[in-house]
């Protein structure tokens, strides 16, 4: 009997039987997970934190969420999020768990499946406090990572300006839900903003609540959300 995924027992031999959704089928059949295919639900709880890649077109910040969902080859042949490589691996991107605006949002920032990459080094998760358009704003590393503009005529992430330096606002990055909650702290296109302060925040752990990690027979882990997958039909085995 096929069961979501989502509702499929934790730490049981699962095989894959269907993908509703075509374009998250099309996704994880790139990254070799296929029909068929035999994976486990994961029970452990691990950290998601932001990191600094190195693409073709030199470094950039993904926020923790955005790194979850960027899967890597390894040159050594395993295949984990972007996230879980250690300071001084390589690879090449082999797919991507999220949706289009991901990939919009990757290409902006240099970075395109099939590029290589190098993880430089881990981060905690950050605050940074500025002024935006002459009023105080608080902003999670995820959303300045998503501020793409120009400070010093030279374009780059917003968390990657530095402190008191104009940066003006030409982009920005993600989907409806984090445009609107980045928007709705006066950041639009056209913004002037200057940081004032950048502190350390609060790790953040995202249980089963929050997405599923499963792991295939073949060692590749994956990071999903509940809504993708209920698009996923498992059987036990």
Known sequence: MSLTLR??????NLMLKAVT?????NRL??????????LEIMSEDSVQHPVR??????????AAGM?????????????????EMNPGEKGHVEGLTAGSQLEKSLKILGIAEGDNVELIRCLPPMTYKAVVDGKQASLTEGMAAKVWGECDETS?????CGKGRPFAVKNILGGPRASKAITDIGIKKGAEIFIESVEPAKDVRMGNA?????????GLRLHLRPDQAETMLVIEV
């Open 7 to 12: 509702n499929a027992p934790v730490e049981k």
């Open 21 to 25: 959704s075509d374009n998250l089928k």
């Open 29 to 38: 059949e790139r990254m070799g997970l296929h029909i068929g295919s035999e």
């Open 53 to 62: 890649v190195k693409g073709p077109q030199g470094e950039v910040l993904l």
């Open 67 to 83: 790194a979850s969902k960027v899967i890597v080859h390894h040159d050594d042949g395993h295949k984990t999020p972007v996230f």
């Open 156 to 160: 780059c992430q917003l968390a990657t």
């Open 210 to 218: 929050g997405r599923i990690i499963i792991m295939t027979k073949e």
